[in-house]
């Protein structure tokens, strides 16, 4: 029998498709998103970071729909 890697033994064991708790207000933390990603993408992409900058968009856009839903 193997023995787990230390990462195996130490991660928490809820399941990653629990998703968010119902009733959670996530608004405040969106708009502040929203406020704060445009910068950092505009200067991830003049870095050339690609990854990043699609990570900040993806981020950016998801944080615009739970505005959008009333979050």
Same mark, same amino acid.
């Given at each position: ?21 119902? /009733?959670?207000?996530? /608004? ?6 929203i406020?704060?990603v ?9 870095? /050339? ?7 900040? /968009? ?13 979050g």
């Amino acid at each position: 029998m193997r023995r787990p890697n230390v990462y195996q033994r130490s991660a928490p064991r809820i399941r990653r498709d629990t998703g968010q708790k119902s /009733g959670a207000d996530y /608004g405040p933390a969106a708009r502040a998103t929203i406020a704060a990603v445009p910068v950092l993408l505009m200067e991830a992409e003049a870095a /050339g970071a690609t990854a990043l900058a699609r990570y900040l /968009g993806q981020a950016l856009t998801e944080a615009e729909g739970i505005v959008r839903r009333g979050g």
